[in-house]
């Protein structure tokens, strides 16, 4: 019986998923560990949980040179050069997120060992959302991921992070039910929930072109939602406000990432044949991104609540480039999303060095005259504020270049016209903060945290942002080739 099963039953290919595996492992891990050993000390779970980043990076940069099948473990999870480098994004912000987590919690007396694992647990459906081939494996991940958020937002004694992890809760419920009810429209149109299969159902005229333009809008609403583009943005100033700082940065970051990446693949696998249809969607999308997220942010007078428009604004910034259907646009899009995400991190990095004991001093006013008690802080954060502006010589400049070439080629150069104005008006509220902090006298006596670990994490991100945008080339070939969705 046993040689006629192994001849019957096909060998599983884990190698695939190997990331995955390794940060759930390494999640109960640490979960049960720290039930079992009741005093094991922060700094041991950090390195634990930074280990298996590390794991699950090596992992990951392996399935580079993959030549087996296109598609694993019954066609749910794709295996290609696109999956590998979002995965490579997601864990160093991942790696980042911690560090400053564990800095975070120490300082606010709010240490709970149950941080590591949750965010491990965040990541692995992160990178899953992102390889996912199969809507069905997408709404997991997609679940796995929001409900590790949803612990993090609230992870913290405060009321406001308790209220923001409830408004997270309630309005990602109603998204999730849109993604589903997606899900099963594309089902229905198709006969198929495998990205390939409605693909091919759409392009021979065998499904419900209706069906799948129904699917199509409602998967846009549940994406859009992730990805926080108005109108579904309503929820992020509230929880980015709310959510300790350093789950803030890794938030707004990975969360993006993951996001973007599951969309890039979904609609330009599963609705490619339906290009002219999804393409407007995504050119208002971007539009009421770019120009809300811009003007409300000018209104702000709490950093946090600012760096949360700007980030719906940068959301319409990516959607842009995604307007050039194809690997034009997956590779301008890739690209920013690697720019921003090391500028956002930076960003609320310094937020957190700059607010003392978790959530205090974070209003505009207690950055003024910051670059006399703290130059350092003062100098990343303008670094970051002016990469976030899109100035040269940062990565955020090179990134809203690629984005435009690719709207432009695409002729969708109106679009790109409302994101140069958004551009100079956004750089009025980024420049406040700047003019704030070293042509003011201080205003409130307060010293930001002397710390080492925070300000050594922090110029990882902040020499990225350099590089990227004095030396673009280094990662344009590699995204270039992990632009080619394979299917």
């Given at each position: ?6 001849q ?7 190698r695939?998923v190997?990331?995955e ?7 109960i ?11 094991v000390?922060a700094?041991t779970?950090l390195?634990?949980?930074?280990a298996?980043?590390?794991?699950a990076?090596?992992?990951a ?10 598609t694993?473990l ?12 979002v995965?490579l ?6 790696a980042?997120g911690?560090?400053l987590g564990?800095h975070y ?8 060992s ?6 491990l647990f965040a990541?692995?459906?992160m990178?899953l959302?992102a390889?996912s081939?199969d809507?069905i494996t ?8 929001s409900l ?11 009321l406001?992070?308790?209220e923001g992890a ?7 419920a109603?998204s999730?039910?849109?993604f589903?009810?997606?899900v099963?429209m594309?089902?229905?149109a198709?006969?198929s929930?495998r990205?390939?299969d409605i693909s091919?159902?759409l392009?021979?005229?065998?499904g419900?072109?209706?069906l799948?333009?129904t699917?199509?809008?409602?998967l846009?609403?549940g994406f859009?939602f ?5 109108p579904f943005h ?5 929880v980015?406000q709310?959510a300790?700082?350093?789950v803030t940065g890794?938030m707004?970051?990975?969360?993006k990432?993951?996001a973007?990446a599951?969309l890039m ?9 339906v ?5 407007p969607?995504?050119w208002v999308?971007s539009a009421?991104?770019i120009v809300v997220g811009s ?19 940068h959301?319409?910034?990516?959607l842009l480039g ?6 034009t646009?997956i590779?301008a ?17 310094v937020?957190m ?6 959530e ?14 703290s130059?350092v802080?003062?100098?990343l954060?303008s670094?970051?504020l002016?990469?976030?502006a ?17 709207a432009?080629?695409?002729g ?11 551009s100079?008006?956004?750089?009025f ?17 307060t010293?930001?945290?002397e ?8 110029a990882?991100p902040a020499?990225a942002v350099?590089?990227?945008g004095?030396f673009p080339?280094?990662i344009?070939g ?5 632009a080619?969705?394979?299917w």
């Amino acid at each position: 019986m046993t040689p006629l099963l192994a001849q019957v039953t096909p060998a599983v290919e884990l190698r695939p998923v190997l990331p995955e595996l390794i940060l759930v492992g390494m999640g109960i891990v640490l979960l049960l560990g720290a039930v079992v050993a009741r005093r094991v000390e922060a700094s041991t779970l950090l390195l634990l949980g930074l280990a298996g980043v590390v794991g699950a990076g090596v992992a990951a940069v392996g399935l580079w040179g993959w030549d087996g099948d296109l598609t694993v473990l019954g066609d749910a999870v794709a295996v290609d050069r696109f999956g590998v480098v979002v995965r490579l994004i997601i864990l160093a912000v991942t790696a980042i997120g911690m560090v400053l987590g564990y800095h975070y919690f120490e300082r606010s007396g709010e240490t709970r060992s149950e941080f590591y694992p949750l965010m491990l647990f965040a990541a692995s459906g992160m990178t899953l959302f992102a390889v996912s081939a199969d809507l069905i494996t997408a709404f997991l991940a997609l679940e796995i991921l929001s409900l590790s958020l949803y612990v993090l937002t609230g992870f913290s004694n405060r009321l406001g992070s308790i209220e923001g992890a409830m408004k997270y809760f309630l309005l990602g419920a109603f998204s999730s039910a849109f993604f589903l009810f997606g899900v099963a429209m594309a089902y229905g149109a198709s006969g198929s929930t495998r990205l390939a299969d409605i693909s091919n159902a759409l392009a021979g005229r065998t499904g419900s072109i209706a069906l799948a333009v129904t699917a199509m809008g409602l998967l846009a609403i549940g994406f859009a939602f992730k990805v926080s583009a108005v109108p579904f943005h309503m929820w992020a100033p509230d929880v980015y406000q709310g959510a300790p700082t350093a789950v803030t940065g890794f938030m707004s970051a990975a969360t993006k990432v993951a996001a973007f990446a599951a969309l890039m693949r979904v609609f330009n696998i599963a609705f490619q044949p339906v290009t002219w249809d999804w393409q407007p969607v995504i050119w208002v999308l971007s539009a009421l991104s770019i120009v809300v997220g811009s003007i409300l942010a000018i209104a702000q007078t709490d950093i946090k609540r600012m760096l949360a428009y700007s980030s719906i604004s940068h959301a319409g910034f990516v959607l842009l480039g995604l307007t050039a259907a194809g690997e034009t646009g997956i590779s301008a899009a890739l690209f920013y999303l690697v720019a921003y995400a090391a500028t956002v991190i930076g960003a609320f990095g310094v937020v957190m060095v700059v607010s003392s004991r978790g959530e205090r001093n974070t209003t505009l006013s207690s950055y003024a005259g910051l670059a006399r008690r703290s130059p350092v802080a003062a100098g990343l954060l303008s670094w970051f504020l002016l990469s976030l502006a899109g100035i040269p010589p940062t990565a955020g400049f090179i990134a809203k270049v690629a984005v435009f070439r690719a709207a432009v080629e695409a002729g969708y150069w109106p679009l790109v016209l409302i994101g140069v104005l958004a551009s100079v008006v956004a750089a009025f509220f980024y420049l406040r903060v700047i003019v704030l902090m070293f042509m003011r006298e201080p205003e409130e006596d307060t010293e930001p945290d002397e710390s080492w670990l925070p300000r050594a994490v922090l110029a990882v991100p902040a020499v990225a942002v350099l590089v990227l945008g004095v030396f673009p080339g280094l990662i344009v070939g590699v995204l270039e080739e992990a632009a080619v969705l394979r299917w």
